[in-house]
């Protein structure tokens, strides 16, 4: 089972975390822009080179260190083509290091609409008598509020290719509980949707008592995210709003089992610019500060867990 391998490897580098990989071209050191811009003009193509080469550095830095990465579809869907192209050679990069692939997409329809979503995010095509993976990732980011329609067939998918999904239920951003904090009945939604996801993942557990199905649930919302993991106990939570957002140590504590299992912490800007916050780092020395916060975010989870 796919979020097996997750875990496996979270035990196997005591670090529950995964760096979402969601750059925008000012994140990337000038010198590494300008190498692409004066070979090939400010064009998609230059843009979307630079990021490649910049995450090609990044993952060489974090593959022993960090279990997994998390490319937000978003950040490359902005550069057009190429940029989509960069999607899927960062993908293949990072599996080839041995790091699980979480591809934050948040796709959401029903159908066949959906199966194309999950044959492309997660499975396979079959081109004549030849079966290719057009993206490769290991898991992806769904949003479930279409309901069972928009889930089944990311199910057959997982079931059928060893891949996982998570499902948005509390989200970080400051007006989630618009909707989310609704009651329906006596639950809030978010937690509905919690209880849809242990039921979707039901027929799915693997070794470490987790289903394929995992959930979305923000950082920056401790209290909710620790009722839920006492709620969800077959439910890997990904975890957003690390860092950045404002999230930290003790409020993420809530999401992990009595064996420190059962969820993987998402930082994205933090790690990414790190190296324009440290003190007198050279740009060209990018990748050793992006290592340095990983290991910084690292120590900060498991000092915690560990107390």
Not at 87 to 108: C, H, P, Q, W
Not at 148 to 164: A, V
Not at 199 to 223: C, K
Not at 227 to 249: C, E, N, S
């Amino acid at each position: 089972m796919s979020l097996d391998r997750l875990i496996k490897r979270i035990d196997a580098m005591h670090n529950p975390s995964v760096v979402g990989l969601d750059p925008k071209l000012e994140y990337v050191p000038q010198f590494l822009q300008d190498a692409f811009f004066e070979k090939e003009g400010y064009t998609l193509e230059a843009a979307a080179n630079a990021i490649l080469a910049y995450n090609k550095a990044l993952i060489d830095a974090l593959c022993d260190i960090v279990p997994a990465i998390k490319p937000q579809a978003a950040y490359y869907e902005m550069y057009g083509w190429p940029g989509m192209r960069t999607l899927v050679e960062t993908i293949r990069y990072a599996r080839e290091k041995g790091m699980f692939v979480i591809t934050d997409g948040k796709r959401n329809d029903i159908g066949a609409t959906m199966t194309a979503y999950a044959a492309a995010h997660l499975g396979s095509v079959s081109i004549g008598d030849t079966k290719v993976e057009p993206f490769g990732a290991d898991a992806l980011t769904v949003n479930g509020y279409l309901g069972t329609d928009g889930i089944q067939p990311l199910l057959e998918i997982c079931e059928k290719q060893d891949k996982g999904i998570f499902v948005l239920a509390k989200t970080s951003n400051p007006s989630s509980g618009e909707i989310q904090d609704r009651k329906i009945g006596k639950k809030p939604v978010y937690e509905v949707m919690g209880d849809m996801c242990e039921d979707w993942g039901s027929a799915h557990i693997g070794a470490y008592g987790y289903s394929s199905v995992g959930a979305v649930v923000g950082a920056t919302y401790p209290e909710q995210l620790a009722d839920l993991r006492k709620k969800l106990p077959h439910t890997m939570f990904l975890v957003p709003g690390y860092g950045a957002q404002g999230g930290g140590a003790q409020g993420v504590s809530g999401a992990f089992d009595a064996n420190r299992r059962g969820a993987v912490i998402n930082s994205s800007r933090a790690i990414l610019c790190a190296w324009k916050k440290e003190p007198n780092c050279p740009e060209t020395e990018f990748a050793q500060a992006v290592r340095r916060e990983a290991i910084r975010m690292r120590d900060d989870i498991t000092a915690y867990l560990h107390r």
